[in-house]
């Protein structure tokens, strides 16, 4: 069996080569759209074998599918027939993924306030409590009750 750790380290070495490898509309000894492909592909099923169900790693993979195969091919389509059209989608992915970047840093400020910001602000806020009494106390007893233990 493979560790998680390995499969994660092994997803991220092929996502990355499938960012070198990918036909940029460059033309480039490096370029290879096969090879770019399979990495990306073989990248998604390691992250899909560590899903709980098989409907989980069905559908993981069949959106790699779609996000890897497909979604290229639509958009060389595009920008031949409708480059109008193409611009859109573009800029409409683009502000999708600001959005999502956006959602990512607000959850990361959160994390980070929840996890360091408010145990600091505690920490320092006990220097400034006090302690009031009054009637609302418990009774506490003054005088000594040693002679009661014999």
Known sequence: SISTDTIYAMSA????GH???????????????????????FASVCLAS???RSLHAFVMVTFAMQIFALWPMLQKKLKARTPRCYVGVTVLFALAALAGFGGAVLFASLLL???CLCPYCLIRLQQLKDNIHGPWDEAEIK?????FLM
Do not use: C, H, K, Q
Not at 20 to 39: R, W
């Open 19 to 41: 960012l070198i490898f990918f036909d940029y509309g460059a033309n480039a000894a490096i370029v290879s759209s096969t090879l770019s492909l399979n990495m990306a592909i």
């Open 113 to 115: 306030a929840i996890s």
């Open 143 to 147: 005088e000594d009750l040693s002679r």
């Open 50 to 52: 560590r899903l709980p």
């Open 13 to 16: 070495l092929m996502l990355l």
